[in-house]
């Protein structure tokens, strides 16, 4: 039965045109190239080089057979570079799960930094609910996912890489949008998309206002803060945003306020304590915090 290691010695004898070139290239002794080649022709029962002095001239045969391991044992070699890049972080499948409002500025320019910094990664963006993430992480179908609230779970290791705060999203006309702050009491009696109680955004604004003990003045609700945006746009009110999604409104005619004396909330990477390279892990964690620091977001706090 033939051996990788004859078709190697052969493939590179094929190329080099001598034994004394196979066996620099190989960084074996000629004699091993010679003993090879003649136990190869022994296996197969064929002549398949023909001496001109030191040069080795293939028999039609020879050719034949190179045609078929030439491209076996190139694509063996491409294989094995790209495992060491795998295991070196530089050629990878990056699975990302975020919540929504990281998918509309953070993740995007973490993952445009990845691409920069590994042009032969496949990168994949999984926009997922809260309470998709914990599934996400402990079944492997993602490396890493990034929130702006926390999972509490014993198994699921969170490191803050930024600091956001809450703004409210008026329409450039709206008296709010003059100022460059403003507090929940300004925003006490204005028309108010507010969140679904059970997203996290609704539970965060509803302990805001029960804080200050103001009633918010509702007159719909929304489970993504994305949504709030066309809500505005027919014309339901202003509304109480996170910091990402409001830097990723590109839409005329809205304006992002920032809002005194409310919380911050943390912008978390989280990753399965027991899943995943710690170079990929570096890596996501670097292109984050280059991502964060293009938008300004302030560190953790």
């Given at each position: 039965m033939l051996s990788f290691r004859q078709l190697e010695v052969f493939r590179s004898v094929m190329i080099s045109g001598s034994i004394s070139a196979a066996s620099q290239h190989l960084n074996i002794a000629q004699p091993t190239v010679t003993n090879t080649i003649r136990r190869l022709e022994d296996v197969l029962?064929?002549?398949?080089?023909?001496?001109?002095?030191?040069?080795?001239?293939?028999?039609?045969?020879?050719?034949?057979?190179?045609?078929?391991?030439?491209?076996?044992?190139?694509?063996?070699?491409?294989?094995?570079?790209?495992?060491?890049?795998?295991?070196?972080?530089?050629?990878?499948?990056?699975?990302?799960?975020?919540?929504?409002?990281?998918?509309?500025?953070?993740?995007?320019?973490?993952?445009?930094?990845?691409?920069?910094?590994?042009?032969?990664?496949?990168?994949?963006?999984?926009?997922?609910?809260?309470?998709?993430i914990k599934d996400y992480l402990w079944l492997a179908e993602g490396d890493f996912a990034v929130t702006i609230f926390p999972i509490n779970d014993p198994i699921i290791v969170s490191r803050q890489i930024a600091s956001i705060s809450m703004v409210c999203l008026v329409p450039e006309d709206h008296p709010l949008a003059q100022r460059d702050s403003v507090t929940l009491q300004d925003i006490a009696e204005e028309r108010l998309i507010f969140f679904h109680p059970n997203t996290p955004h609704g539970k965060k604004l509803k302990e805001m206002f029960r804080a200050q003990n103001i009633k918010p003045h509702i007159t719909i609700e929304t489970?993504?803060?994305?949504?709030?945006?066309?809500?505005?746009?027919?014309?339901?009110?202003?509304?109480?945003?996170?910091?990402?999604?409001?830097?990723?409104?590109?839409?005329?005619?809205?304006?992002?306020?920032?809002?005194?004396?409310?919380?911050?909330?943390?912008?978390?990477?989280?990753?399965?304590?027991?899943h995943g390279s710690k170079t990929v892990l570096d890596m996501a964690l670097k292109c984050l915090l280059l991502a964060s620091e293009e938008l300004g977001l302030d560190a953790p706090k």
């Open positions: 029962k064929v002549r398949l080089f023909n001496r001109s002095g030191a040069r080795l001239i293939p028999t039609r045969t020879a050719q034949q057979i190179f045609e078929v391991v030439q491209p076996s044992i190139s694509a063996l070699e491409q294989l094995s570079v790209t495992v060491q890049e795998i295991a070196a972080g530089q050629h990878v499948m990056f699975r990302l799960g975020v919540s929504p409002s990281v998918s509309q500025a953070l993740a995007p320019k973490a993952l445009a930094h990845l691409a920069r910094l590994n042009p032969g990664a496949r990168l994949r963006m999984d926009t997922l609910s809260l309470k998709q489970r993504f803060a994305e949504s709030a945006i066309s809500l505005m746009y027919e014309n339901f009110g202003i509304a109480i945003v996170d910091e990402l999604t409001g830097r990723a409104v590109r839409h005329d005619g809205i304006r992002a306020v920032s809002i005194e004396g409310v919380p911050s909330l943390p912008v978390l990477l989280h990753h399965h304590k027991d």
